[in-house]
């Protein structure tokens, strides 16, 4: 990824076709899409890259079964296609994760889960492969993976996929098939692949201000963006603006609104999340667990953790920081116990996060989980096209939808053309080259996070020891890794690595935040190595960590 100082630099200087302003997954594919149909585009995030919506869901590329019980079944089917693309294209990032719906006390599994499952099965062929069987000779853009039809399986099967549920002595089950990533990663990537087809990204760039074409700006819509690192104002010329920021999509007002329909009125929902150790909640498979009051959540294996997910709450509070609520925190720990006849508490959890996400409103009363999570596509007068709602799996299709309209308003025939570009490239961890003192389970996860470029990261471990060291003793994650992400993935603070490029403000929240903060002092270091950061400097990098992590409530009180 280009520097963000050279960044910045040239969005103040040249005129672009496309200004997107958001940095999360949504606005990360906006600019792939656009830029790979010829249009140069810039994009501006006031933040870091994912730090809203996108690096805080379940993690899940999936169709939505809970969405077949309200009968929203063009999400479902649109969500399950996208998963077997985001398998193809993402092969390292976008992993098959088996999924288990158990059944207790000689009890079969319930058949009108089965009935459900043979639909998702059915939503997730092409048509084509649906008309000719499901091992039909598929196209090669179709075969790379698809999942086996759903199936029973015995409660032995259940128990070597659940062993947090041995004790309870399933009789059986059904075993199923979604996809798991990592989201953070995913947007870097889809990031990457932009800059690839030239798009030139920035993140702390904050828009302040829109003002339509005028005198002196020749037609282009003028945008006033605060560097947040240096305090510098800049304009930015461009001929469309889309507006791809989610939760804050209401926001974003350009100065000649005439009608507030234009624009979309965003009712944001939180979802809390949290993550034990393996040894305290093991899985190899995810679990389906059924609350109290009627709706389900996720137990899932993520990262050598177990991630326990999620709330559905509307929520009004701000929405920079988002904390876990003593609430959600129990309201989740109650239903892992119930299902899994436990005993767990707040001192056992490794991590939190929690995040909103942005859901439209459509006037009604309706609770927050009741709200489709369908896409909109909002245009105000002057054109600024604004794209919101949706959900992680569904990125691509949302970006399609919004440069699909800018191709049409254009008169241009640019056909969309993300189905086909690979986001990075996977490497079998096995031919990634050794380097003395990285540790042997380090590659695997490098290879899932980076793809070919784990090469990158190796060379630097290679030409300095003490990057090779983990970060975090006992996980996988490099010292160079952190040194990577100041130089190629425009991280400027330790949350940016701790809680994004890497995810150990995440797995390992209490040993990142543990009393005397050495954890963010040595990865504030090492940005500094490559930032050019002075002592005191560091210092108050290592110390803005701990405010960081105290709001976002990532570590859980005991």
């Not at 399933?170 to 098939?177: A, M, V």
């Not at 006033?224 to 007002?253: F, K, M, P, Y």
């Not at 007068?381 to 949302?398: C, E, V």
Request: charged share 25%.
């Amino acid at each position: 990824m280009r520097a963000r100082g050279d960044a910045l630099a040239a969005i103040a200087s040249e005129r672009f076709d496309v200004l997107v302003i958001g940095g999360g997954i949504t606005g990360a594919g906006v600019a792939l899409d656009a830029s790979s149909r010829g249009y140069s585009v810039a994009l501006v995030e006031q933040a870091d890259y994912a730090s809203g919506t996108s690096s805080r869901s379940s993690k899940l590329v999936h169709g939505g079964l809970r969405y077949l019980q309200n009968f929203d079944l063009g999400l479902v089917r649109e969500a399950l296609l996208e998963r077997q693309l985001m398998a193809r294209l993402a092969p390292h990032l976008v992993r098959p994760l088996p999924m288990i719906v158990p059944a207790f006390e000689g009890a079969h599994p319930d058949r009108l889960v089965g009935i459900g499952l043979n639909m998702y099965d059915v939503m997730s062929m092409p048509l084509r492969g649906r008309r000719r069987g499901r091992r039909a000779q598929l196209d090669q853009s179709e075969a790379a993976w698809s999942p086996d039809r759903h199936r029973m399986i015995s409660g032995a099967e259940v128990s070597a996929l659940l062993p947090a549920l041995a004790d309870r002595d399933p009789t059986g089950g059904y075993l199923f098939y979604d996809c798991q990533t990592d989201d953070a990663r995913l947007v870097l990537t889809v990031l990457g692949e932009a800059e690839r087809f030239g798009a030139i990204c920035a993140n702390r760039a904050r828009v302040t201000g829109l003002r339509a074409g005028g005198a002196g700006s020749d037609g282009a819509t003028v945008v006033s963006v605060l560097d947040g690192c240096g305090g510098d104002r800049l304009e930015v010329r461009a001929d469309n603006v889309i507006n791809a920021t989610g939760v804050w999509a209401d926001r974003i007002v350009p100065g000649e609104l005439s009608s507030e329909a234009e624009l979309p009125q965003i009712v944001p929902s939180r979802g809390t999340h949290v993550l034990l150790s393996d040894g305290r909640l093991p899985l190899r498979a995810g679990a389906i667990v059924p609350v109290s009051d009627g709706r389900s959540i996720f137990a899932l294996p993520w990262l050598g953790r177990t991630l326990v997910g999620t709330t559905d709450a509307t929520y009004d509070g701000e929405i920079d920081h988002i904390r876990p609520s003593e609430q959600d925190v129990a309201y989740l720990l109650a239903a892992v116990n119930d299902f899994f006849g436990g005993c767990l508490s707040p001192a056992d959890l490794v991590g939190a996060y929690a995040g909103v996400r942005p859901l439209i409103s459509t006037g009604d009363s309706r609770r927050s989980v009741d709200i489709s999570r369908r896409e909109e596509l909002f245009e105000t007068s002057s054109g600024m096209i604004t794209i919101t709602g949706g959900k992680l799996t569904t990125w691509r299709r949302m970006a399609k939808l919004a440069v699909d309209r800018l191709v049409a308003r254009d008169g241009r025939v640019a056909p969309c053309r993300t189905h086909e570009i690979p986001l990075g490239a996977a490497v079998d961890p096995e031919h990634l080259p050794r380097v003395t003192g990285v540790a042997e389970e380090a590659y695997a996860a490098l290879a899932g996070r980076y793809g070919f470029a784990a090469d990158q990261v190796l060379e630097l471990a290679a030409a300095d020891p003490v990057l090779a060291r983990p970060i975090v003793a006992g996980q996988p994650d490099l010292l160079a890794e952190a040194r990577f992400a100041a130089a190629a993935e425009q991280a400027a603070s330790v949350g940016d690595v701790l809680l994004r490029r890497t995810r150990l403000g995440l797995v390992a929240a209490r040993d990142c935040c543990h009393e005397g903060g050495a954890v963010a002092r040595t990865v504030a270091e090492t940005v500094g190595t490559e930032l050019g950061w002075d002592a005191a400097t560091v210092d108050a990098q290592a110390d803005r960590f701990a405010d960081e992590a105290r709001a976002e409530g990532i570590v859980v009180p005991a």
